[in-house]
């Protein structure tokens, strides 16, 4: 089992920064794969950013530039720096933990199995 526990979301204006911490704890196989995924309302959950235990990352597209994923293994915290947001960053943003698959890379499916609650993020105009 694996507890995630978001924080650090909320109002922001365009062009702002907000930095997501994840507290994660339980069975670290299943850690080894970590990310972040957001849904706006009407939307469909989607990945933003996933780093694996080796530290590989990928983000989506449309964050490239302006989102940091990163991971403090000593406090068992991943993080996501988010710079020059804009309204369409407005979101749930989740943390997510997985294993990895049999080939030992992060699935693409957003199927992670653990999820947090979520932390909202809100960006005006």
């Known amino acids: 089992q694996v507890q995630l526990v978001e924080s650090g979301g909320g109002p922001v204006q365009a062009g702002g920064s907000l930095r997501l911490s994840c507290a994660a704890s339980g069975d670290i196989y299943s850690r080894r794969c970590m990310g972040w995924f957001r849904q706006a309302p009407g939307k469909e959950r989607e990945e933003v950013a996933v780093i694996d235990n080796a530290g590989a990352i990928r983000y989506t597209e449309v964050v490239k530039g302006r989102f940091t994923i990163s991971k403090d293994n000593a406090k068992n915290t991943l993080y996501l720096q988010m710079n020059s947001l804009k309204p369409e960053d407005t979101a749930l943003y989740y943390c997510?933990?997985?294993?990895?698959?049999?080939?030992?890379?992060?699935?693409?499916?957003?199927?992670?199995?653990?999820w947090g609650q979520g932390t909202q993020v809100t960006v005006s105009s």
């Open positions: 997510a933990a997985d294993p990895p698959t049999l080939g030992g890379n992060c699935r693409r499916d957003r199927n992670f199995r653990y």
